[in-house]
């Protein structure tokens, strides 16, 4: 069988929150209740407390203001609607008209009217009144004015005097330590005085014992007594709220007052085994915040404004607004001291989370530093099962609890009960109570370590008889537990009906199934009926069972699957609860029991369902993608131009070059013209970007096929190679170009001598040849052409050599036509060259030959530069010209000796033009 408590383990919204009692009220066992729904008591206990505050002579202004402040965080942090608080101001009595104790708030239950009744009167405290108050500590007076005030009856009805608190307790706030030497009352003389205080203030706190009050005192100053603080608490009430250290009162003493806020909202956590999360600071306008976790299921986000100017608007971990009073989203809130200068927000059911707290002020009330906190108590319910459910006397049971929210949802994380102790007592007839430990350690009995499922055996005693009883009790700091003890019934002697429940782990969406088994024997002498059923189930989950029921025939055994329905409406998360197995004959005695260990995940969405096929689709795509990428590059690579050399033809020769550079072929089409204007030699030129409609236009495809649209033409086809005629002229294209120094770059000239390239030439007469060439400067030259041999030695063949030719006027030469050399030419002289020629047939230079040039080279107008340059010949000069240049053919032809007159192209040239051109 199984016991749920009734706590919570939902998150705390609020930053500061002075908590209740430790414990929950009972409730009704196996009670269905809301995710929102709170019955009364199933809050967190109330207290009365009182607050008791120094306002000797020996406090400063400042410090007086200190006090009131921690007061006012107390009476307003107050979590629990049911508690009620006092606030008492004490000094000494000296003369006639004084009084030692000033009671400025009167007992009053901490509910929305009753924090805003406590805002006001608490500021009282920062009013000395000389005449009615002496400047002396009266200790003893203010201790029995307050256990009064908290051992008197409630007169005002309502929930506090429904509920009355389990726990009084005193905080006391001193700065010094017990003067009442110039009290009459306690004696005619400053030493007798003292002694009899010591003896009053031992007196009052034996009062205060027996009255079961907590002294919790909080010195602040360098004149504190410690000793005498020591022993104040000590002196009153020891018991605590929990078996957590630090509960029990104990003295605290703080470096100044500006500390009192900090340590009394601690102290006052500790009294009421609560927790206080601390947030952050800053001066309006700002916003602030605080974290409240998921187990805290009461609370208080408390904010020291210290002018009441400062108004405050609070924003759950969701960034959404909430009321500061009513319900919202399943919260419950309540704000109080909103016209005081400290204001506080009671959350029931917070959101876990970081909460923001937005400050903003007036000009001239911004200078002031405010602080945000939350106190906050967490109260779980346990989930009971007892293994076997209904044992024999000197039987070993095994006692297993887990824990949930007031929510139901239970709680797995182990870091959110860090520190948690938890213990069962066993009572019944026949035998004295047993207490015992349960652990989360992985020891046997415990499963399993860290899954907050707390695990721990006993005997029950010989002697027993009748009912148990089991309760099982959770302490930690900040988290209480209900205390509703789960039943179950002594079995005697050997039973005749034995049922065993299977039910393993599952993941389920919200309307799913899960399932399990019942094995029965039934060794009595008549059918047995037995009823499964889920007590304690998570609020909203409406389970149901099927079979319900189950019949046990007689003299045998039997398994019997069965399964679990959700709702449709579960929650999400570990679901509460417990499936058991009844026997409807014998009073619904429990035969067993087990959780049910099913985690409620939310059904798969169109992505959970369909996110490989997306993927797989999207991958194909991307392949896709990329295949079209990289051909679209590819075509694009195709249609690029770069590299591609231009060459203008004219009167058998090469007059001008051009190669397209990077960027310049725009979507693979270069627009150029031809300038031959003013009687220059024709010139390639890049068109400008636009102007492509009265240019020349070159283009290629995709599948590298060359296209050529003459300015105004038609668009026709290209071979690289081969000549296309454009204007007056011919185009020729070939595949690369190259880059030489000079104001034109990728550009060549047409010349002779040196080059990729053929040229034609024609003899005259034996060894003997003129031709047609140019240049200038010093070039390197790279091309490539045709050329043909007229009279019987002819031929065609292209190619490239590299050597050095020096023309100079005076001097003479030695060359080599074809491969590497270095040669020198006479204007009128002669010229040996000493290499070979072979082309493609048979054809060989005999390594003598001779040149003519007729005339001087000289400065003459351009067109006469491509007149004759005779290779050997009489003439005077005096310029100088170096080329590197290349020329290596192949070719095929017939040879002999003839006469004949040889043009020559190709060849191009790069470099700085001559000077002297």
């Not at 008492?88 to 008209?97: A, C, H, N």
């Not at 002196?235 to 009192?260: F, I, N």
């Not at 600071?281 to 009461?298: E, M, Q, R, Y």
């Amino acid at each position: 069988m199984r016991w749920t408590n009734k706590g919570s383990a939902l998150l705390l919204a609020g930053a500061l929150l002075a908590l209740t009692g430790p414990l929950a009220t009972a409730g009704t066992p196996g009670a269905p209740r809301g995710p929102l729904a709170v019955a009364e008591g199933d809050g967190p206990d109330p207290i009365d407390f009182a607050v008791v505050v120094d306002q000797s002579k020996s406090l400063a202004d400042k410090d007086l203001a200190r006090e009131t402040e921690a007061a006012g965080l107390l009476s307003q942090g107050e979590i629990s609607e049911r508690s009620r608080a006092t606030v008492i101001g004490f000094g000494s009595s000296e003369k006639p008209g004084q009084s030692p104790v000033r009671e400025v708030c009167a007992l009053t239950v901490a509910d929305a009217a009753g924090r805003e009744r406590l805002s006001d009167c608490v500021q009282l405290l920062n009013k000395r009144d000389a005449a009615r108050m002496g400047p002396g500590t009266d200790f003893p007076a203010a201790i029995r004015q307050a256990v009064t005030r908290l051992t008197q009856k409630s007169d005002t009805g309502g929930a506090a005097a429904k509920t009355p608190a389990k726990y009084k307790v005193v905080f006391l706030l001193t700065d010094g330590k017990l003067d009442v030497s110039d009290s009459p009352e306690y004696g005619t003389d400053p030493v007798s005085r003292r002694s009899n205080g010591e003896r009053r203030l031992t007196e009052e706190l034996a009062r205060a014992r027996a009255a079961g009050v907590q002294i919790w005192p909080l010195g602040f100053g360098t004149e504190i007594d410690r000793a005498a603080l020591t022993a104040m608490a000590a002196g009153g009430y020891r018991g605590t709220c929990s078996a957590v250290p630090g509960s029990a009162p104990h003295m605290r003493v703080v470096a100044s007052s500006a500390d009192l806020d900090k340590a009394l909202q601690e102290t006052f956590a500790a009294a009421r085994c609560a927790r206080i999360s601390h947030g952050t600071a800053g001066k309006p306008p700002a916003d602030l915040s605080v974290v409240i976790p998921p187990i805290a299921t009461d609370g208080s986000l408390t904010v020291s404004k210290h002018d009441p100017k400062v108004r405050v608007t609070y924003f759950d971990p969701l960034n959404r607004r909430v009321p500061t009073r009513g319900e919202f989203e399943g919260s419950t809130f309540e704000v109080g001291g909103q016209d005081g200068p400290v204001e506080a927000l009671r959350v029931k059911n917070p959101l876990p989370g970081r909460w923001r707290v937005h400050i903003e002020a007036p000009e001239g009330h911004r200078d002031r530093e405010v602080v945000v906190r939350a106190i906050w108590q967490g109260m779980l319910r346990s989930d009971v099962t007892l293994d076997p459910a209904s044992p024999r006397p000197g039987e070993q049971v095994t006692v297993a609890v887990r824990m949930q929210t007031r929510r139901g949802v239970t709680v797995t994380d182990p870091r959110q009960l860090a520190g948690l102790a938890v213990t069962a007592e066993l009572r019944g007839a026949g035998f004295a109570p047993v207490t015992f430990r349960l652990a989360d350690d992985g020891k046997a009995p415990d499963r399993k370590a860290g899954d907050v499922r707390f695990t721990g055996t006993l005997t029950v005693p010989a002697g027993a008889t009748g009912d148990l009883r089991l309760t099982t009790r959770m302490s930690a700091p900040g988290v209480t537990s209900d205390r509703r003890p789960l039943h179950a019934r002594i079995t005697q002697g050997t039973p005749l009906l034995t049922a065993g429940l299977a039910f393993d782990r599952a993941t389920v969406h919200p309307g799913g199934t899960v399932r399990g088994t019942l094995d029965v024997t039934n060794n009595d002498s008549g059918p047995r009926v037995l009823r499964l059923a889920v007590q304690d189930a998570t609020p909203g989950s409406e389970l149901s069972v099927s079979p319900a029921t189950v019949t046990a025939p007689p003299g045998g055994s039997k398994r019997v699957p069965f399964t679990v329905t959700l709702g449709g409406a579960t929650p999400l998360g570990e679901l509460g609860g417990v499936i058991a197995v009844v026997d409807t004959g014998d009073g619904d005695r429990v035969l067993d029991d087990d959780f049910l260990d099913v985690l409620v995940v939310a059904p798969p969405s169109w992505w959970d369902r369909w996110w490989k096929a997306v993927v797989g689709v999207a991958a194909v795509l991307v392949v896709v993608a990329a295949l079209l990428v990289v051909q679209t590059a590819a075509r694009r690579r195709r249609r690029d131009l770069t590299g591609v050399t231009l060459e203008l033809h004219g009167d058998g020769r090469v007059l001008d070059t051009l190669t397209v550079r990077r960027g310049q072929s725009v979507r693979g089409s270069f627009p150029f013209t031809i300038d031959d204007s003013g009687g220059a030699p024709p010139t390639l030129r890049r068109a400008r970007e636009g102007s492509s409609s009265g240019a020349h236009v070159l283009r290629r495809t995709g599948t590298g096929q060359l296209l050529l649209r003459p300015r105004g033409g038609t668009q026709v086809s290209l071979r690289p190679g081969q000549p296309a005629g454009l204007d007056a002229y011919a185009l020729v294209v070939r595949g690369g170009g190259g880059t030489g120094r000079g104001g034109r770059t990728d550009r060549t000239r047409a010349g002779a001598d040196s080059g990729h390239g053929a040229g034609s030439e024609s003899d005259f007469g034996y060894g003997s040849d003129s031709g047609y060439g140019g240049g200038y400067g010093s070039t390197s030259t790279y091309g490539g052409g045709y050329g043909s041999d007229s009279g019987q030695r002819s031929g065609r063949g292209s190619g490239a050599g590299s050597g050095y030719r020096t023309d100079e006027d005076h001097g003479p030469g030695h060359g080599t036509d074809e491969g590497a050399g270095f040669g020198t030419g006479d204007g009128d002289g002669s010229r040996t060259g000493d290499g070979s020629r072979t082309g493609d047939g048979s054809r060989t230079g005999d390594g003598s030959r001779s040149r003519t040039r007729d005339g001087q080279e000289g400065r003459v107008p351009w067109p006469r530069r491509f007149g004759r340059s005779g290779r050997s010949g009489a003439g005077a000069g005096d310029r100088r010209t170096t080329r590197p240049g290349a020329r290596d053919g192949t070719g095929g032809g017939t040879g002999g000796s003839t006469t004949g007159r040889s043009t020559g192209t190709g060849g191009t040239t790069a470099g700085d033009p001559d000077p002297n051109f």
